[in-house]
């Protein structure tokens, strides 16, 4: 079975932590994503990578950092968290650019 | 980034057939058309895409209009596992294509 993990299902941070998602893949998949999904707003895609050490910022990067040093990982960082960084982070991998997305569970962050 | 519109939210009754709308005026002639559905607590999964043709598969069938400017997800008989957020992405057409989600349509179903 294909497998997207995400390290953390819930987290609660404060107000300037630095807070790290971690997400693996197992498919050998070239590219991964990070979104946050809020209500009323859908997902948002925050930066994607094609390719180990690349990267592409999405819709809404501001306040968001990544790091692909391994294929398999893909890390979404908050250098320094703010309340309205509150939400459902889900993770994603594909094949190519026409394949199939697949999700992780999703970590649902709160900063206080 | 070409952009779709869905409704906000559609009933549906359990074992009929279900037809969600998605627009797509602005679609380039390299964009697939993809849906993804999210259960309540889960992730989104996929669902079907296509380009030009219409597509089935175990889940359901995509209807593609021949201008490509509408697509029209199909669930033959709604079950009440159906009942999620349904998600009509446009991307995929080429190199460092990414898929951008909206709100998508939320669909309900009455047993």
Redesign the interface.
Known sequence: DVK?TQSSRYLVKRTGEKVFLECVQDMDHENM?W?RQDP??????IY?S?DVKMK?K??IPEGYSVSREKKERFSLILESASTNQTSMY?C?SSFG??????????SRLTVL | DAKTTQPNSMESNEEEPVHLPCNHSTISGTDYIHWYRQLPSQGPEYVIHGLTSNVNNRMASLAIAEDRKSSTLILHRATLRDAAVYYCILGGGGANSKLTFGKGITLSVRP
């Open positions: 997207v994503f979104y009323g707003l859908g997902l948002r895609l994607f094609y592409e999405g819709d889900l994603a650019w026409t394949g199939e997305l697949f999700f992780g569970e999703g």
